[in-house]
Structure formats: structure tokens, C-alpha cells
């Protein structure tokens, strides 16, 4: 089965897209944790980022660094969190989430559900600082 | 300051050790959120993960990714999960944490306090997967 990821990647699901690359796809959740969250993923669908080669492995990483740094620049916030957890989509994908307090990184807890207009300006506002 | 993640790095303060190399350090986190969490940590003393140098970056991941093959083998668990956070210890460390549920990444939860027995017994477990 295609995962939601994958239409995504093949254009036949919208995204507010940060960043791409050849290989990698940088978008907001459109049901953030905190305004700012951003899912980073390999266009290649494997279901457990651990399962990625080491090539894939190090690539996905780098560029979610590239992401991180533009997320912190337009985000106020203490740190960028990270997070994988897999359980839900199965493709693979890494949470950038702006955190001020540990209990921030929660995937139990309620989301949010920012208007487009909201989303649309949140992803202009990062990809003004991806290299 | 010399952080605690350092003061383990030298020795000074003990740890479960699960896998070490020249520049990168894992161990079981003796205030777990489940049973096997381990925490990955560049020796170098760097406040923010994403502040590494991409190479330092790139190989702490690689290393995470030994560490987490083996913690899946020897801890029943529907995934590794990750997560940096970053708010506590001023020293980047990836958390690797067994996961059957969404919430079992919250560390605004009371975490688990195991006998020295037990985190002896669940390093050992983990090291015998380490190649």
C-alpha cells in the first residue's frame, strides 16, 4: 500500500513543503505538537528508519540538520526536539518540534489544528532561512 | 562546567555501558522511560546536536543506529524510538527508547527507577547484539 507520505511525495496529496531534495522531503504536520513542527522524510518508503542504509541513514540526518537550523531561526524557541516514533505511518519520518519544556514532545496529547492561512505563512517563515 | 554526560565519558561517575567508540558514547539512562532506553552522546561536550559539525553528526547517528539494531533484538518492542530533547543536561544525547505505544515518549512522565541488578541484566542483554 502507498503510504500518505508517498502521495505526498508524488504530488497527489498537497503539503506546505520547507525543503526537498532529490532524495529527502522536508513539510509541516498540518496537526502540529507546536507551531513550527516539521516532518522530515526519505522519499524511499521504508517503514523503520532503521532500516534505511547507512547512506540514506546519514543523508535523511544531515538534512533534517539543514531543516533544524531553519526551524530554530524562525521559531522562537529553547531547543528543536527531536522524535521518531513510526507507529501510526508506516514511512519513515523524523519530527522537528520547537520545544520550551520536556512535556512539549507528547504525541498522546491533543494536537493543534492551525487554520491554511496559519500553516501557509509558519512555512514561509522557515523556508526563509533553508540555505 | 563539565557536564555530567562528560563526567561518565572520563569515568568520574559510572555508567551501563552499551557501546563505545573514540568519539561516541552509548549507556543505558539508569532513570528510564522503558525498559532498554539508552542514551547516545558524542564525547565532545556540545550543548545543541544540531550545533555538531556534519561529520560528528552524520556518526553519532550511524553509531545511534548500531546501538538501536541491538536494543530492538534484545528488547521486545513494536519500535526503537528516538528523541532529543535537550532542556535537562547541556550535552547532546539521543534517547533510543523501546516503544509499543505513542505515549511512551513523554519525559514529563515519572520515569522508571530499576535495580542495579536489572540495568546490569538489560545492558548485558543489549551488548550480546552489539556487532
Not at 526519505?42 to 547512506?55: A, M, S, V, Y
Not at 540514506?56 to 521518531?84: E, M, N, Y
Not at 519513515?92 to 489544528?113: M, Q, R, S, Y
Amino acid at each position: 500500500m502507498v503510504s500518505i507520505f508517498s502521495k505526498i511525495v508524488l504530488g497527489e496529496i498537497p503539503c506546505y513543503k520547507i525543503a526537498e531534495t532529490t532524495d529527502y522531503l522536508a513539510f509541516l504536520d498540518v496537526f502540529p505538537l507546536t507551531t513550527g513542527h516539521v516532518l522530515v522524510i526519505p522519499k524511499q518508503e521504508t517503514d523503520n528508519i532503521f532500516d534505511l542504509d547507512n547512506e540514506q541513514f546519514a543523508g535523511l540526518h544531515l538534512f533534517s540538520k539543514i531543516v533544524a537550523d531553519a526551524v530554530r531561526k524562525a521559531i522562537p524557541c529553547k531547543k528543536v526536539g527531536v522524535a521518531v516514533i513510526g507507529l501510526e505511518v508506516p514511512h519513515a519520518h523524523i519530527h522537528l518540534v520547537p520545544i520550551n519544556e520536556v512535556g512539549d514532545i507528547n504525541f498522546a496529547k491533543p494536537k493543534l489544528k492551525p487554520a491554511p492561512e496559519e500553516l501557509a505563512a509558519t512555512a514561509q517563515a522557515i523556508r526563509h532561512f533553508i540555505a
